[in-house]
């Protein structure tokens, strides 16, 4: 196995039965550590990295886990960003394998039409790790470079592939359900629309 491939499994077995990154028998601090301390190279998971310069970015499936989390790599177009957008009540670990992306959080809108509001902006340059949970608020990410940015994300559990999420307008704070956040590819091979 490279050293991906170990990342992986480490992963899987940190996991194990439980359902999450909440779960009392998971350690955060751990599966964070070993994300931190995995040297990215390129050659180890490029094959999980299709990306699509017509899309903002694209969710390519490395690993469903224990059925209880997805492993993504998510590939960020240049200068494009996602939608503002919750996490449907599941918990996600981010590691910037390449490049840099900057992550916007936001308060969740009060029910009155009115901007977002920013409660903080962090970029995150290759080798960072965070974490993010809906109790945090909202966020956005984005890759303000000129280059793709490479992301991998453990989700626990894999609620906005199953059950989609919600978006938010940065203009006026209107959700709008997703139904489903579906993959660009999952094992490394293209999945067909």
């Known amino acids: 196995m490279n050293r ?3 990342l992986v499994q480490d992963i ?23 994300m931190e301390r995995y040297v990215s190279d390129e050659k180890e998971w490029s094959k999980y990295a299709l990306g699509n310069a017509n899309m903002a970015y694209t ?10 989390a997805n ?3 998510l590939v960020w177009t240049p200068g494009k960003a996602s939608p503002i957008h919750d996490h449907g009540n599941a918990h996600c670990l981010m590691r910037v394998l390449r490049g840099s992306i900057t992550e916007t959080r936001y308060d969740y809108p009060d029910g009155k039409e009115a901007p977002m509001q920013i409660k903080k902006e962090t970029t995150l340059k290759e ?3 965070a974490y993010m949970a809906d109790n945090l608020g909202l966020h956005q990410v984005a890759n303000p470079g000129s280059d793709y940015a490479v992301s991998l994300h453990l989700y626990t ?5 199953k059950f989609g999420c919600n978006i938010f307008s940065p203009k ?3 959700m709008t359900h997703v139904p489903k956040c579906g993959n660009y590819s999952k094992f490394g091979e293209r999945v067909e629309d």
């Open 4 to 6: 991906f491939e170990t």
């Open 12 to 34: 899987k077995d940190i996991l194990g039965p439980s359902s999450g990154l909440t779960s009392e028998d998971v350690d955060v601090g751990d599966l964070t550590l070993k």
């Open 59 to 68: 969710r390519n499936l490395v690993d469903e886990g224990n059925g209880k």
């Open 71 to 73: 492993l993504l790599i």
């Open 127 to 129: 080798g960072a790790v």
């Open 157 to 161: 559990p894999p609620n906005v592939a």
């Open 172 to 174: 006026t704070g209107k």
